[in-house]
């Protein structure tokens, strides 16, 4: 099941992530080239991924209201990082993802550090609300846009 959400900051953008570290080890497979992966620095979080409606070639093509709800939504889905008040939330390229076999189910490594960034954000409830307000549950066949 993957849960799905509405930006606010940009209305044609998709939000994606996987309900669990299973979810999330298929979304790493089949994540398209111009999605974008967000997961809390150094601690367990959800893999959210952003797919904007035409592809980019650029983080600076993403309006920072765009980064922020998805770093939100990260850290309120990570057990550790929900609990503090600020944490780091590292960004790349799905593309950049590296899984090699012997890593842990939902486990990733980055090909090229260099293309990663890495936030520091702060708990905001209000983007958290506005994001959670928009969550719908679905089986995509990911299999099928790859």
């Not at 669990?20 to 089949?30: A, G, P, Q």
């Not at 997961?39 to 980064?67: C, F, G, M, N």
Request: hydrophobic share 35%; charged share 25%.
């Amino acid at each position: 099941m993957v849960y799905y959400f509405t930006s606010t900051a940009d209305p044609s953008a998709s939000i994606y992530m996987g309900k669990d570290k299973h979810e999330n080890e298929f979304l790493i497979k089949f994540a398209q080239h111009h999605d974008i992966w967000f997961h809390v620095d150094s601690l367990s979080s959800a893999h959210v991924y952003l797919r904007t409606q035409e592809p980019i070639d650029s983080y600076d093509s993403l309006s920072k209201e765009l980064i922020q709800e998805c770093a939100q939504l990260t850290k309120a889905n990570s057990i550790e990082g929900c609990k503090k008040a600020s944490v780091g939330i590292n960004f790349t390229w799905a593309t950049n993802l590296l899984k090699t076999a012997d890593m842990q189910t939902g486990a990733v490594s980055f090909k090229n550090r260099k293309l990663t960034k890495t936030i520091m954000i702060d708990k905001d409830r209000d983007i958290i609300r506005a994001v959670m307000k928009t969550k719908k549950e679905d089986y995509p066949d990911f299999e099928a846009d790859y």
